[in-house]
């Protein structure tokens, strides 16, 4: 298909043939990274900025990475280190960007929808990284691309979401995306991590751990994000682990030949024991690789020679 979108902004509004598009273009691109020289000519002469308002390893090196190895110009901007401390406003620091012409911007922000407000007023592409407690697309890219490399028929599997449901924006696109491309969906962790009416997502809820791991092909362990927690969202951290952490013992619960991912960065000991996360039925580490993978096949979707891409 020709890609036609200018902006990466949520899994919500891409189609089931949007996200096979990037998937497919993500597999050609696995082998650069598998050569000794790592980079294509492809995006040579295009400008990324990388601009994270919230802190980020995986994310943000390998948009550079990505972004490297097709041979863009790329440059990261933290936000503490921006005229923003000054009191300049975000669209101002924007259009200063783009006075300064560059391709993309790939955006983490902890206010939900920011990228969107900017996307409708920037000439350049939009990606977003991570807004608040609502998308990180390209995380739930990298996971399908992950789990199909496992269960080719993505339409056939169980999934099950474990732990801080609530907080989390890889969740949400995640939902989105296993939905489209016809998984069954569980979401398990304490009430009080779950969001009210999510059974409204088409998700079967569970708030038993064991109950949940049942029938399931994927258990998705999920950080628990105490830096968004304003209150006491459980007794402790040694009772939520014992209820809901993803142990050896617990992996024996769901089906046989289970494959466990987590987004990153985990909090060993806490939703995940060590056993597991180093364990043969993680693919923690597959996910960063593919990451790189899925992050140049966005570029190169959104920013390779395309007449027919959208401007606003
Ligand atoms: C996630 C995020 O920032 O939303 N991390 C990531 O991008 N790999 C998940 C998390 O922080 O728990």
Request: aromatic letters at 6%; a positive charge; one cysteine or more.
């Amino acid at each position: 298909m020709i890609w036609k979108s200018k902006d990466l902004l949520s899994i919500e509004e891409l189609s089931k043939n949007e996200i096979e598009t990037i998937l497919e273009t993500a597999v050609s691109f696995k082998s650069v990274s598998e050569r000794t020289v790592k980079k294509v000519p492809t995006l040579r002469g295009k400008t990324v900025v990388l601009f994270f308002q919230e802190p980020s390893t995986r994310t943000r090196t390998s948009f550079e990475l990505a972004s490297k190895r097709l041979s863009a110009d790329n440059l990261t901007i933290q936000s503490s280190a921006s005229s923003l401390t000054k009191g300049e406003t975000l669209l101002d620091t924007m259009k200063t960007l783009e006075s300064m012409k560059i391709d993309a911007l790939v955006i983490r922000h902890s206010c939900s929808g920011i990228p969107h407000l900017l996307a409708q007023s920037m000439q350049a592409s939009v990606i977003n990284a991570g807004d608040g407690f609502h998308e990180h697309p390209t995380q739930a890219l990298l996971d399908l691309l992950t789990v199909r490399e496992n269960h080719p028929h993505l339409d056939q599997l169980t999934i099950t979401f474990v732990g801080d449901i609530l907080h989390s924006r890889v969740v949400r696109s995640n939902i989105y995306a296993f939905k489209k491309m016809g998984a069954r969906i569980r979401v398990c962790g304490p009430p009080t991590l779950l969001p009210k009416d999510f059974e409204k997502w088409g998700v079967e809820v569970f708030y038993h751990l064991d109950a949940a791991l049942q029938g399931t092909d994927v258990i998705y362990v999920l950080r628990l994000q105490l830096e968004r927690q304003k209150k006491n969202l459980f007794p402790t951290l040694r009772e939520y682990s014992q209820l809901y952490g993803i142990t050896s013992d617990r992996l024996l619960k769901a089906n046989s030949g289970a494959i466990v991912l987590h987004p990153g960065p985990m909090n060993r000991g806490i939703e995940i024991s060590s056993g597991v996360a180093d364990g043969s039925a993680a693919r923690i580490d597959d996910q960063v690789s593919n990451g790189v993978a899925i992050r140049m096949a966005v570029l190169y979707l959104l920013l390779g020679e395309n007449p027919e891409r959208r401007t606003p």
